[in-house]
């Protein structure tokens, strides 16, 4: 064994980001575990109520259809924009002027804030003065998604295709830039297919983009909360509530912040657990 | 597999060429005969790796024709024309096998299952790599990558050409030599005619039997190793073929004789040129062929560099550099000498092409 002189200086080096770690991350977490396992009246009044509040949660019917709601919604965007994403960014230049102008056009969505996407779909989808609303009622359909749950759906998953694609899109071109061409040359003197080049070179080599592609727009869309409320409200009836919505109207509609705060965790673990679960999945084959 | 031939090739990678700058590969006409070992050499940006990429059907050249045999191959595509292309990085796709990998070319021409389980044997059983064949592919180092690649040319049946550019770039020295020599003994097993793209001249010298020498876009020597040192064609290979190189003086014409630094260095050649005066007239002699000498042109020694059996001599004539190779055992002179250079080895160079015993140049 050979001895190391201990120099445990170092630890001041990081304490600036243990410390912001702390101040933003771990004591608003602790905070909400804290309110997650007592009843609290206001005038910083707290009860014991243990893991009473969990159990509630995780029995209540309201709770259930949330997360079904959810799991549908996010599973339904990323079939749709993972696809949609590489589609767009194989058909994208990849040398030449137009390169810097799709990217700018594939990058303006995502400069655009969140609840002006909700207010431009709101104005854009409504029945009587929207283009979306008038030209569909035009073409002889009964769209109206203030009152119509599928029509709410398609509209909201719309928009969010729309909005979050390309982010898709540029990442899914970024791997693709930086195959370097040998990979075609040597895959057209092996006479490969188009699809035989984009399951062997292609994809294999966009998969730790795509990977980082399907977690962002995993944990984001499980947390969506200010577009839909802008557009449906998370109406009509509850049809497009999903676990954010139904979360900020348990704490902030009804002010039951045990229950709130036990929600926030039980989602919070959701979110972890399947990104690690992805994660683990995906990467299992990689190295050697 | 085909003799290959270049008729009056030009490739330009703008739209509208306008100067003789502007092209990447001016004029080529060029017979590689079938079965050849050829090696390609040339500093970078010659055209060397453009010149491949004609040949395997990677770029259409901007005119002129290829030939595989009799049949013209110029618009067809690199999948129809049966070359094996190796790239300066090993290209191996990721996510296959070592199997699969070099199943891959066979498996797109829709081969039965059984026809390609024996061709990917035997090819691995040559390239060395049976052990490994149900490894990943990714797995494997630089050299493995890179005989992968190789395989994959090697494994089709009909190849008519195997192109190599610069393909041991990555690789580990002590490993170089090895795949070297085993890229020679793949020539002899397989027959096929080998085009091996390089800037490295001893590369370029143990792999081949014709070397072809390529400058600007021009090839302007196509010989043996022998043939390049002894008789450069241009200036350049003289300067490029040989370590040191070749030393280029400026030279004239005086009475028929051609002069250098004042002092007359071959007396027969200047004839020859005297019609064409106003050309830029140079001597191109080797390190080797000059000699200490009583008469000659006046030097300083400058420094003496030891490389082995050889002692390299820089010595100066005023502002020119003159090097002179001695073998170990001859005396170096110290200060101020004498330098002599042997008439037979000495070429002159009109305009950087060598003027032959016929009066022609190169």
Known sequence: MITKTRNQKAWFLVLPVILLVAFN????????????VQETFGDNLFFWEGVRWFEEVLHSPRFHEALVRQLTFTGIILLIEIPLGVMIALQMPRSGPWVSVCLVLMALPLLIPWNVVGAMWNIFALPD????????????????????PLAAWVTVILMDVWHWTSLVVLLAYAGLSSI???????????????????????????????????????????MIYTEPFVLTGGGPGNATTFLSIDLVKTALGQFDLGPAAAMSLIYFLIILLLSWLFYTLTMRNEGH | MAQITLDGIRHSYLAAPSGEQDWALKNMDMVW?????????????CGKTTLLNIISGLLMPTAGRVLFGEKEVTALPPDQRNIAQVFQFPVVYDTMTVYDNLAFPLRNRGLD?????????????????????????AGLTADGKQKISLGRGLVRSDVNAILFDEPLTVIDPHLKWQLRSKLKELHHRVGATMIYVTHDQT???????????????????????VELFETPAHTFVGHFIGSPGMNILPAHICDGQVVTQGTVVLTTAGQRVAAQSGARLEVGVRPEHVYFAREGIEVEVLKVADSGRFRIVDTRHEQQLIRVLLSEAEPVPQGSARVAFRAEKTHLYVDQWRLTKGGDLR
């Open chain 2, 113 to 137: 299952e059984k026809t390609v389980d024996a061709r990917v044997q035997e090819i691995a059983a040559m390239i060395d790599l049976t052990s490994s064949l149900h490894n990943r592919a």
């Open chain 2, 33 to 45: 005969e079938d079965g050849g070992a050829y090696a390609l050499l040339g500093s970078s940006g």
């Open chain 1, 129 to 148: 003065i929207g283009l979306l609303g008038r030209v569909l009622n035009a073409t002889g359909l009964d769209y109206n998604f203030t009152r119509d």
């Open chain 1, 180 to 222: 370097p061409d040998a990979y075609y040359q040597a895959a057209r003197i092996d006479g490969a297919s188009r699809w035989a080049i984009f399951r062997y070179i292609q994809l294999p080599k966009m998969k730790r983009v795509l990977t980082i592609a399907v977690l962002l727009r995993f944990m984001d869309s499980f």
């Open chain 1, 25 to 36: 991350a771990i004591i608003p977490l602790m905070t909400v575990v804290n309110y997650s």
């Open chain 2, 203 to 225: 590369e370029a010298m143990t792999f081949a039997d014709q070397v072809v020498v390529m400058h600007g876009g021009r090839v302007v020597q196509a010989g043996t190793p």
